[in-house]
């Protein structure tokens, strides 16, 4: 059997080549040996960082006064090659429900580190646009002009009307009640045309007027 030296197992010191002699004897005592290289090689790590996807760019309105808003946004998405699917989440800094301060864009900065350490980052931005006031006012809609008969002696008559129909782009059906400056079955003096402005206010306190003409 070979006698080789350092022998198998044994442990290798630093970079580089070590040759390893092994040497057979007979029976009779002759000899012979031969040589081979151990090469130990620099320590590359093989851990691929994982992958970070953040979301597309993000666009909220700020509160009236223009002083920023809370955004809300997914996470980034990590994916790794080594670690299983979803166990890597990312940490994103500033974090979705977070307060936007002013107007502008923020970067949003996601990171995603595996089990080894390795991380990887993207960024995305949160884009706090200013305050427009959007509000469509009501619409609303008068009955047809009104004619009655005066009572005896030309003193006036009591008109009754159908109160106008409000309708509104933001508020529920039905929610908006027209007001009237004349209510029906009021007493309309004289003779002649009298103007009723009947008025639709929505939930956000935009108004528009109507008229409907008693004669």
């Known amino acids: 059997m070979a006698r080789c030296y350092p022998q198998t197992g044994s442990f290798f010191q630093g970079l580089g080549i070590t040759a390893v002699h092994c040497t057979c004897t007979d029976s009779a005592g002759v000899s012979n040996s031969c040589v081979f290289n151990v090469n130990v090689l620099a320590f590359v790590p093989t851990n691929i960082p994982p992958l970070a996807t953040c979301p597309a760019d993000v666009n909220v ?6 002083i920023g808003s809370f955004a809300k946004f997914d996470n980034a998405v990590c994916s790794d090659s080594e670690d299983p699917a979803g166990s890597i989440i990312a940490s994103c800094d500033p ?4 307060f936007f301060q002013g107007l502008g864009n ?14 990887n980052s993207c960024e995305f931005n949160v884009f706090v646009l200013a305050f427009v006031l959007t509000n469509i006012p009501p619409v609303a809609i008068c009955p047809a002009d009104v004619t009655v008969v005066s009572v005896q002696g030309n003193t006036g008559s009591v008109a009754n009307f159908s109160n106008a129909v409000c ?5 529920p059906a039905g929610s908006i009640i027209a007001s009237c400056d004349r209510q029906t079955g009021s007493f309309f003096q004289g003779l002649g045309i009298t103007a009723v402005t009947c008025t639709c206010t929505d ?8 008229y409907l003409m008693l004669m």
Request: charged share 15%.
């Open 61 to 66: 309105v700020s509160f009236q006064g223009n």
């Open 95 to 98: 974090q979705t429900d977070s």
């Open 106 to 119: 923020t970067a949003v900065n996601c990171t995603c580190t595996d089990s080894a350490g390795a991380s």
């Open 167 to 171: 309708s509104d782009s933001e508020d």
């Open 203 to 210: 939930s956000a306190g935009a108004p528009i007027h109507v």
